[in-house]
């Protein structure tokens, strides 16, 4: 995201459980709904072609977390 760019209501955030990047450096990007959102996140896949560990949707006007898919017996975080 770049400096001075307000990013719309919904933002995605994906990573490997192993190696987070770590805050926004794994935003992904950010929509105007939170069913687009989650569509991008299941739909993403990481650089060996899977899907990300941890799908996180952020929504900026109320702070609610939403997680996508979160896969059985890993922490929530």
Known sequence: MSIG??????????FAGYYPDGGWD????????IEEAADFARASRDHDDRPWTYKQVVDIETGEVTM???PRGLPPL
């Not at 760019?5 to 995605?12: D, S």
């Not at 794994?26 to 709904?33: K, Q, V």
Request: glycine content about 4%; hydrophobic content about 35%.
């Open 26 to 33: 794994d935003m992904r990007g950010s929509f105007d709904t």
């Open 68 to 70: 996508i898919d979160q």
């Open 5 to 14: 760019k307000k990013p719309r209501r919904y933002i995605v955030f994906l």
